[in-house]
């Protein structure tokens, strides 16, 4: 019974020795954390604020902070010093880029004597309903010294509320938008989105569940299309020759409904980027990256042909053609797997697309998603123009792997520079002056037309973007080129665009 006893006693000092240890290591470490720990993405468009706080922290002089986010569901706005520190303190501007914010502040008057507060306050816009990470990707607390502090980091998840049936945009809304596409599809029949009665008709009965939920933002039905996560490369098909089965929408952005402000007149506008104008595009998906060598060629193989019916496709054999024909099959050049495709002709830009079950964007798709919610500048960034920002002005005097600088507020990739990208538009001069103010396109009475009667068609068509041989004033997101739809260069790509609802 004695020993009995001893062991006891003697287990019960040894867990107070480490519980004190516990407490004695956890004893003036601060907790730095995003909170709310989980916030509810707002709709598309609308602003979401979390803010950076401490707390235990002593001896705290200064902070330097980086946030990680994803750039396809969120765009930065703006970071704000706020109460921890004392007024005074010095704050050094906020570095942005790659889904990254880099912050600091330092108080001038030595050590604060606050053990909690707010660091920083932290404001983004939604640009995509879904689910992502805010993470404290670095934490550095330091003393009035400079020394670093222990510290602890915390950090949140943007969730998202899965989207009323009757938000058929998947906005995050459900609004007038919906209302049209149900009315678009009055008297059809099938599986279709707009169908929410499921009785297999779109009908009057599916416009009065739209118009009953007019107004609200969510509910326990309907679901977000996947996304990949914001990977900084491209999908590749892996040499498969039939398009993908899987998630239709993996690749791409989703590029919300609005109105933006169309067409230049900075200083280097010229005159058929005039007047600029109110445009209203439809929510839509856009792929984040240029079409690539390997899946152009992937395309290639699946047709076994680079051309049909006296319209080519490609130019096989071209000095910088990088795509060549080798035992029957159609392969990329080892080392260009990831460069944009090129000698790509609208006609063959037009066939991949609908190969891919997707379709080109129209000019006012494409200026709308190249600006990435900014509004009036030249670039999808900002005003100014550098070889870190795009590849252009024959800097690289080639193409380079897309993905290799910095998405826009979109989470789109090489808007400005490296190829010219293909749009459905046909070429007006003067199409601003006459513009509708929604769901512009120049030369068809609608989308749909063109995609099944693209092989008739003999007009110039649109180009946007600008390559890796043009200057500044070439790759701005309102200079618009274009070319004959049977022609092709060194300096042609494309991308692709889907319908929310196809």
């Known amino acids: 019974m004695k020993k009995l006893f001893q062991k006891q006693l003697l287990y019960a000092c040894l867990i107070t020795v480490l519980c004190f240890g516990i407490t004695a290591l956890s004893y003036g470490q601060a907790v730095v954390s995003i909170n709310p720990a989980e916030v509810v993405s707002p709709a598309v468009g609308q602003q979401m604020t979390v803010t950076i706080k401490i707390a235990n922290g002593t001896r705290v002089a200064g902070y330097d902070l980086t946030i990680r986010y994803d750039t396809t569901a969120l765009q930065y706005v703006e970071i704000t010093n706020s109460t921890y520190l004392p007024t005074g303190a010095f704050v050094a501007p906020a570095k942005v880029s790659s889904g990254r914010i880099i912050f600091a502040a330092t108080s001038l008057s030595g050590a604060v004597t606050a053990s909690s507060g707010t ?10 309903v879904k689910e992502s990470t805010l993470q404290l990707a670095d934490v550095v607390l330091t003393d009035k010294d400079g020394n670093a502090l222990p510290v602890t980091k915390r950090n949140a998840n943007v969730v998202v509320r899965k989207l009323l049936p009757t938000d058929i945009n998947r906005d995050g809304r459900v609004n007038v938008q919906d209302l049209v596409l149900v009315a678009r599809d009055l008297g059809k029949t099938g599986t279709l989105s707009t169908d929410l009665n499921s009785d297999n008709r779109v009908n009057v009965q599916d416009l009065v569940l739209v118009a009953r939920d007019l107004g609200k933002t969510t509910n326990s039905g309907g679901t977000t299309p996947p996304d990949d996560g914001g990977t900084t490369t491209p999908p590749d098909d892996g040499g498969t020759t039939t398009p993908p089965t899987t998630d239709p929408y993996a690749g791409m952005a989703l590029i919300p409904a609005g109105e933006f402000r169309m067409g230049g007149n900075d200083a280097q506008a010229r005159s058929n980027e005039k007047p600029v104008h109110s445009v209203y595009v439809d929510a839509f998906y856009m ?19 680079h051309a049909e019916g006296g319209i080519t496709w490609y130019r096989i054999g071209q000095d910088r053609s990088r795509i060549e024909l080798a035992s029957g099959k159609y392969r990329a050049k080892t080392g260009y797997e990831n460069h944009p495709v090129t000698y790509v002709s609208w006609y063959g ?9 997707k379709r080109l964007p129209t000019e006012a798709e494409w200026e709308k998603a190249a600006r990435g919610g900014l509004a009036g500048l030249k670039y999808p960034w900002g005003n100014t123009i550098n070889s870190t920002k795009a590849n252009y002005n024959n800097h690289i005097k080639d193409t380079t792997a897309v993905g290799k600088y910095t998405a826009n507020g979109y989470g789109l990739f090489d808007m400005a520079g490296n190829v010219w990208e293909w749009c ?9 002056s006459v513009s509708p103010a929604r769901n512009p396109l120049s030369g068809a009475n609608s989308v749909e037309w063109l995609i099944n009667n693209y092989k008739g068609v003999k007009s110039s068509r649109v180009l946007r973007g600008g390559s890796w041989g043009d200057t500044e004033r070439g790759v701005r997101v309102a200079f618009r080129a274009y ?8 300096r042609f790509g494309f991308r692709c665009a889907r319908a929310v609802t196809p």
């Not at 660091?119 to 995509?128: C, E, G, I, R, S």
């Not at 830009?349 to 079950?357: E, I, N, R, S």
Request: glycine share 8%.
């Open 287 to 305: 792929d984040k990256y240029e079409v690539t060598n390997a899946q152009y060629a992937a395309f290639l193989n699946a047709k076994g042909k």
């Open 483 to 490: 070319n004959t739809p049977s022609n092709s260069s060194n």
């Open 424 to 432: 459905l538009d046909e070429y007006n001069g003067g199409f601003y």
């Open 119 to 128: 660091l920083a306050t932290l404001k983004f816009q939604v640009v995509a």
């Open 349 to 357: 830009a037009m066939a991949y697309a609908a190969w891919k079950g």
